[in-house]
């Protein structure tokens, strides 16, 4: 069955730190991989989506890489300001799945510093 | 705009009474997704609906109804025989299989 994890579940860091935020899963057989951002009591809001055959999708200051082998992701987030924090989290669609289920994790809750 | 509009955004009912939760598109999306929100849970998938007049159980159907009579709209229904419908909700749609997930804003429903 396949799990995601993130971890921390909590970042706190000073504005203009660069900073990466993990996720894992634990079945490497993935047919992408979304990030998304949710703002407290709001809906998600997609970020960067990663097809398999993809090792990176890059958007503005946001750049997420996949390593399925390892069945990793990273988003890294350049020069952290403080409209960017919010719990990120993410999500990845199963390779034999047709019906475009994602699993998420449980996010990571990040707040920058002023 | 084009978007997902979830209404109302805050539900409160008493128990064993059934409510229902609106979600309507207007991405011209054939597939649409309604997912649990609790802390610390993540999110879990109701059911899903990949095409008009057709929906399928997620992982945490019981409890739940839904039904898919036009493209735009994708309602669920809280029976009361959800055990625990205290939650965040989440509607979502796509276009297909490589395509990103779009959300709305959610309905925060209290049981009482």
């Known amino acids: 069955k396949q799990e995601v994890t993130q971890i921390p579940a909590a970042l706190s860091v000073p504005e203009g730190e660069n900073l990466v935020l993990n996720c894992s899963f634990t079945d490497s057989a993935i047919y992408n991989l979304q990030w998304f951002r949710q703002d407290p009591g709001k809906g998600l809001t997609s970020l960067l989506l990663i097809q398999s055959s993809q090792r990176e999708q890059t958007s503005g200051r946001l750049n997420a890489s996949l390593d399925k082998s390892s069945g990793r992701s990273t988003l890294y987030i350049a020069a952290s300001q403080p409209g960017d924090s919010a719990t990120y989290l993410c999500?990845?669609?199963?390779?034999?799945?047709?019906?475009?289920?994602?699993?998420f994790g449980q996010g990571t809750t990040l707040q920058v510093k002023p | 705009d084009g978007g997902i509009t979830q209404s109302p955004k805050y539900l409160f009912r008493k128990e064993g009474q059934n409510v229902t939760l609106s979600c309507e598109q207007n991405?011209?999306?054939?597939?649409m997704y309604w997912y649990r929100q609790d802390p610390g849970q993540g999110l879990r998938l109701i059911y899903y609906?990949?095409?008009?007049?057709?929906?399928q159980k997620g992982d945490i159907a019981e409890g739940y109804s839904v039904s898919r009579e036009k493209k735009e709209s994708f309602p669920l229904t809280v029976t009361s025989a959800q055990k625990n419908p205290t939650a965040f909700y989440l509607c979502?749609?796509?276009?297909?299989?490589?395509?990103?997930?779009?959300f709305g804003n959610g309905t925060r429903l209290t049981v009482t």
């Open positions: 979502a749609s796509t276009w297909g299989r490589d395509s990103p997930l779009h």
């Open positions: 999500a990845v669609k199963e390779g034999s799945s047709n019906t475009g289920k994602l699993i």
């Open positions: 609906s990949q095409i008009v007049n057709d929906f």
């Open positions: 991405l011209n999306h054939d597939a």
